[in-house]
């Protein structure tokens, strides 16, 4: 309703305000992160000399990585340089800082950093209006967990003409909805058992440990891909298109492809803006996998500072490298065993498969500490007498049943949509059909919701 | 800008679904209220208290531990009016209602002082919404704690009008497990369980007490406080205050020292607060049990065999203490 050059005012403030009511004075880092990036991409982009573009760029980049290195990492490196020194038997005094994590930091440093860089090498010109490139960075509904939004695609945004569209907002609506389902009533619910179990791990050997994992996956995919979901579907209704986060990433057929379905705002920011310019898959083979080995120990950084996050995306990066390692060897097998004429077989072997490489990631993902991840990988095959005493899971066989049962339910839509049998189906339906359908929707999650927790990527 | 006719079919279309949302959620709380609240412990305790309240003398209150551990049945007089999970928030509040009816007579009122009745981990955790709106003054219980905001007591009053909230799965097992209902004896659940015949004791004990006590402030400041309230409310009303160590298993008591190194600290400040109430008496049955867990139906809640027996000891013990002697 508010007139157009108004707008970003409106989103402006509301979008500071939604990032100050969690702890006000940290909207100051925000701040920061916005000046400094503004600032240095208009200097470097008036800059004709070579070397003060670059100084611009360097001032740019450490605005950026230094807040998101004091806050997230010097406590992590100075815990590991004290347990370095200390397998020397060197004196190492360590100092811890007390500070708590910005929520989003992660998310919104790594925003304008790409923008910084893509003024950099041209491909952009810098935002002059200060308030519109402030509320690029501080956008509220990608702000705290992404998705990590490019500048070419969210900036013209703020500038065009915004008209009410029924069919828009509808859509909008039912994403935001689809998201709560995923967030509420399974992440939620299913993550009862997982910490459960996760945080008792020597407690449990066997069939408990890989039941949590399983569960994790679908944890951590409902989690974040249900908030991408109600992220996109809130910007939607005010007429913003934010990039696609997830793709449903089980029905991935190999690693690779997992990564162009999993949290595809990070993947392709790492891949324009770390994997290229290590010189990507153009240099030596050995070379090449070195730069997959290290773009994704960085991705395994970025999502936490612990060793257990750089081991999962250590193994994600050897993944890939095995992955073209033995491509030929794999078609050779595929031939030899007749499997290319079975398609269905040869995808859900592959589908398979890359869930339990995937899936055995997510155990150093989510384990509190290197040693409950070695115990868990350890004692994954060992005592399977053990049974599953629903006491010890945290939630009864019945909420169990249920959780697994919207699991299902959420992959036949996938299925569906994987099948390009959009949910636009659903769109051609009579009236009371639809509405069958959202009401259904809504009181599954108001009945089977599980309300209170967090979403697990604001750590991040 | 100008309103469109896009606009205004979508404030139609939102209204008329919030509408038929309102009236579908509306009429499966009351079907859920009727079919399955009404039946609910909670809701057979309070009405059986209610009828037999002119002839009660000596009231039981708490947590789960009264509730499992005391069977009135053998007391003269005596009502089990504790409920699973009740903070002294909740016993204070429901106490102030109870002794505020004029049809009420009590002499003796028995609370609980157990090693997790102070955790932290009890003040935010009110569960049941419906059922104790009709005690807590919400309002004076977000006064005591500048941690909650105002949208918890909109979320505290919104789950008290629509009980059905998050309890999909109660439903799912109204229509297709068929439990039985808890076999009750004024206010007291008879459990036939038997945790002797349990396997691994001490790993179900330690989850127990982690649940209890892991990440809790062990003397929560606000359940002090409460708890002091309730000894004033039933000093105002000259009622005689008997604190009750329940008995738990030896595995639990093992398990709470992982998480309460420091016992001294509970009993200390204990003794504390019941040197300002001269009239307090307080028996101690905690360790009654070691190496019984026959009479436990799990870590720390006695079933039918142990409720008896401990029942029929406290009843003695009671017989000891001049001001009641004559009732029992």
């Given amino acids: ?460 | 800008m100008k309103i469109t006719d896009d606009m205004k079919l979508f404030a139609r279309r939102i209204v008329g679904f919030g509408l038929v949302l309102f009236v579908v959620f509306g009429l499966l709380n009351i079907g859920y209220y009727h079919l399955i609240l009404s039946n609910t412990v909670l809701e057979r305790s309070y009405s059986d208290f209610l009828e037999h309240r002119e002839n009660i003398r000596i009231l039981f209150m708490g947590d789960s531990h009264p509730k499992r551990d005391i069977n009135p049945a053998l007391i003269n007089y005596s009502f089990n009016l504790a409920d699973v999970g009740e903070s002294y928030i909740q016993t204070y509040h429901k106490l102030s209602t109870v002794l505020n009816d004029p049809l009420v007579d009590l002499y003796t009122v028995v609370l609980p002082l157990d090693l997790h009745s102070f955790s932290s981990m009890r003040t935010d955790r009110i569960k049941n919404e419906w059922y104790w709106d009709r005690f807590i003054q919400y309002d004076e219980v977000f006064s005591q704690d500048t941690n909650r905001s105002i949208f918890d007591s909109v979320v505290w009053r919104f789950k008290s009008w629509f009980p059905i909230i998050s309890k999909g799965q109660e439903l799912i097992e109204y229509a297709f497990v068929r439990r039985e209902s808890s076999e009750l004896v004024k206010g007291y659940i008879i459990s036939y369980d038997n945790y002797s015949m349990s396997s691994d004791k001490s790993i179900w004990a330690f989850f127990r007490a982690q649940s209890q006590l892991e990440d809790s402030e062990i003397m929560d400041p606000i359940l002090v406080e409460y708890f002091k309230k309730c000894l004033i409310l039933c000093t105002e009303q000259n009622l005689h205050i008997i604190l009750i160590k329940y008995p738990i298993s030896e595995h639990y008591y093992t398990a709470v020292h992982q998480f309460i190194p420091n016992l001294s600290l509970i009993n200390d400040t204990i003794e504390t607060i019941i040197t300002e109430f001269p009239g307090v008496i307080m028996l101690d049955y905690q360790d009654f049990f070691f190496g019984r867990d026959d009479v436990f139906m799990d870590t720390d809640h006695l079933n039918k065999k142990g409720a008896d027996l401990f029942t029929s000891l406290i009843r003695n013990d009671f017989k000891n203490i001049t001001t009641i002697c004559d009732l029992i």
């Avoid at chain 1, 001032?59 to 347990?83: Q, R, T």
């Avoid at chain 1, 007429?239 to 997992?258: E, K, Q």
């Avoid at chain 1, 773009?295 to 250590?314: D, E, R």
Wanted: with cysteine; proline share 3%.
């Fill in chain 1, 1 to 460: 309703m508010l007139p157009q050059k108004y707008r970003w005012m409106l989103l402006l403030g509301a979008s500071y305000y939604f990032y100050m009511s969690w702890k006000p004075e940290y909207a100051l880092l925000l701040l920061i992160a916005t000046l400094t990036n503004y600032c240095c991409s208009i200097l470097l982009f008036n800059s004709h000399k070579s070397a003060l573009r670059k100084m611009y760029l360097f001032i740019g980049i450490v605005g950026s990585i230094g807040l998101l290195f004091f806050f997230k990492y010097f406590n992590f490196l100075n815990n590991s340089l004290g347990h370095f020194f200390q397998s020397l038997s060197i004196e190492f005094t360590s100092l811890e800082l007390q500070v708590l994590l910005p929520i989003g930091i992660s998310f919104f440093t790594f925003q304008t950093l790409g923008y910084t860089i893509d003024v950099y090498r041209g491909k952009r010109t810098p935002e002059r209006h200060f308030g519109i490139f402030a509320l690029y960075v501080s956008f509220f509904p990608q702000l705290v967990a992404g998705p990590i939004e490019r500048a070419k695609n969210l900036l013209p945004q703020f500038r065009q003409y915004f008209e009410f569209s029924y069919s828009r907002a509808g859509d909008g609506l039912k994403l935001m909805l689809w998201g709560f389902f995923k967030k509420i009533v399974i992440a939620d619910s299913i993550a009862i058992v997982v910490d459960q179990i996760y945080n008792n791990v020597e407690v449990y050997s066997g069939t408990p440990l890989i039941f949590a994992t399983v569960l994790f996956a679908f944890q951590i995919f409902c989690d974040f891909s249900g908030y991408s979901d109600i992220a996109i579907g809130a910007a939607k209704i005010m007429g913003f298109t934010l990039m696609d986060n997830f793709r449903r990433p089980y029905f991935a057929r190999s690693v690779v492809d997992f990564w162009r379905r999993w949290h595809i705002s990070l993947s392709t920011w790492f891949r324009d803006y770390l994997y290229i310019p290590l010189g990507g898959n153009r240099v030596p083979v050995p070379r090449w996998y070195l730069n997959l080995v290290i773009v994704f120990l960085v991705a395994g950084l970025w999502h936490g500072a612990n060793w257990t996050f750089v081991i999962w995306g250590g193994l994600h990066g050897m993944y890939l490298v095995g992955y073209y390692v033995t491509a030929k060897v794999r078609k050779n097998l595929t031939g030899m065993f007749g499997l290319d004429r079975f398609p269905l077989v040869l995808a859900g072997i592959q589908i398979g498969t890359t869930f339990i490489l995937v899936d055995f990631g997510w155990i150093f993902f989510r384990a509190n500490s290197l040693s409950d991840a070695v115990y868990i990988v350890t004692h994954l095959f060992t005592g399977f007498g053990n049974g599953l005493e629903t006491t010890w899971l945290g939630m009864s066989w019945t909420g169990i049943m249920i959780a697994v049962c919207a699991i299902v339910a959420m992959e036949i839509v996938h299925l569906i949509q994987e099948k390009n049998m959009s949910l636009q189906l659903l769109s051609m339906r009579p009236v009371w059909v639809r509405w069958s359908v959202y009401l259904s929707l809504i009181l599954v999650i108001l009945l089977f919701g599980v309300f209170e927790r967090p979403f697990i990527y604001f750590q991040f």
